[in-house]
């Protein structure tokens, strides 16, 4: 079982910037997928930005396309979130997850019920 652990999350204000990590251990070859995914206050949790570890095909959703970047080291199987023109409906808890089975037709999923790791998760709050 691969271990994910998030860092990077906390109070910025409308039309900031943060930038979220994520750090795997375990056995993450030959193929694996990681992303985001984040579940504001009331709300089921939902698909922000995705991965393949050790390509640089990217999935978003699109109420992040053109804020969120999201980018990989995969000699440190380490993935990062850049949030850029962060807004008030951004507040969430973010979490990162990463599966072998997360890669669909060689790009990776935005289906949660395709990854099978998760990190404890990083609040994002975002003040108007």
């Known amino acids: 079982q691969v271990q994910l652990v998030e860092s990077g999350g906390g109070l910025v204000q409308t039309g900031g910037s943060l930038r979220l990590s994520c750090s795997a251990s375990?056995?993450?070859?030959?193929?694996?997928?990681m992303g985001w995914f984040r579940q504001p206050p009331g709300k089921e949790r939902e698909f922000v930005a995705a991965?393949?570890?050790?390509?640089?095909?990217?999935n978003y959703a699109d109420s992040v396309k053109g804020r969120f970047t999201i980018s990989r080291d995969s000699a440190k199987s380490t993935v990062y979130l850049q949030m850029n023109s962060l807004q008030p409906e951004d507040t969430a808890v973010y979490y990162c997850?990463?599966?072998?089975?997360?890669?669909?037709?060689?790009?990776?999923?935005?289906?949660?019920?395709?990854?099978?790791?998760w990190g404890q998760g990083t609040r994002v709050t975002v003040s108007s």
């Open positions: 991965i393949i570890l050790v390509a640089t095909t990217e």
């Open positions: 375990g056995r993450t070859w030959p193929n694996y997928a």
């Open positions: 997850a990463g599966g072998h089975r997360a890669i669909k037709f060689r790009r990776p999923s935005a289906s949660e019920d395709d990854y099978d790791s």
